[in-house]
C-alpha cells in the first residue's frame, strides 16, 4: 500500500517533464533523472509541491529500488548534499535532521541497504568529504 502512495506522489507531484542527466559520479542537486553509464539504475530527484525535494533510486525499468524518507526531505532552507559514487551508491548528508547515510548496494541480495555514515563509520568518497568540510559541517565524532 505505501508503495503505492508512493509511486503515485513521484508521478502526480507536478505535471512538468524531467530532464534526463548522465553522470558517472559527482554532486546532484536539482530536479532531474540522473542516468548511470554502465548501470542499469537511475537516479530521480524531485520537488515536491511544498518545495521540498526527495530522491529515489530506480532501475532501469524506473521500479523504485530505495526511496529517500519522507520525514526527511531535503530543504532549500537548510544545508544539504547529495553524492553519487562510481558505483552508483549514494552519500547525503541533511542538516535540518543532522542525517548522514550511504545507500550502498549490497551485491550478495541484490538491494540497496542505507547505512548511517558516522555509526559504521563509513570512509567517505574524497569529494563528498571535501564538500562537507568546507561547509563547515561536522558529522561525526571520529
Request: hydrophobic share 40%.
Amino acid at each position: 500500500m505505501i508503495n503505492i502512495i508512493l509511486i503515485l506522489l513521484f508521478v502526480s507531484c507536478n505535471n512538468y517533464q524531467l530532464s534526463y542527466k548522465s553522470i558517472k559520479s559527482g554532486f546532484l542537486y536539482n530536479d532531474g533523472i540522473y542516468t548511470i553509464p554502465g548501470k542499469d539504475r537511475n537516479i530521480l530527484i524531485k520537488e515536491l509541491k511544498d518545495g521540498l525535494k526527495i530522491f529515489a533510486i530506480r532501475n532501469s525499468k524506473n521500479k523504485i529500488l530505495f526511496q529517500q524518507n519522507l520525514d526527511e526531505t531535503f530543504s532549500a532552507y537548510h544545508y544539504w548534499v547529495l553524492y553519487v559514487d562510481k558505483n552508483a551508491d549514494v552519500w547525503y548528508y541533511n542538516s535540518d535532521y543532522l542525517s548522514s547515510q550511504a545507500v550502498i548496494f549490497n551485491k550478495e541480495t541484490q538491494q540497496y541497504e542505507i547505512k548511517d555514515i558516522c555509526k559504521f563509520k563509513l570512509e567517505l568518497p574524497i569529494e563528498f568529504k571535501k564538500e562537507i568540510e568546507s561547509k563547515g559541517a561536522k558529522m561525526c565524532d571520529f
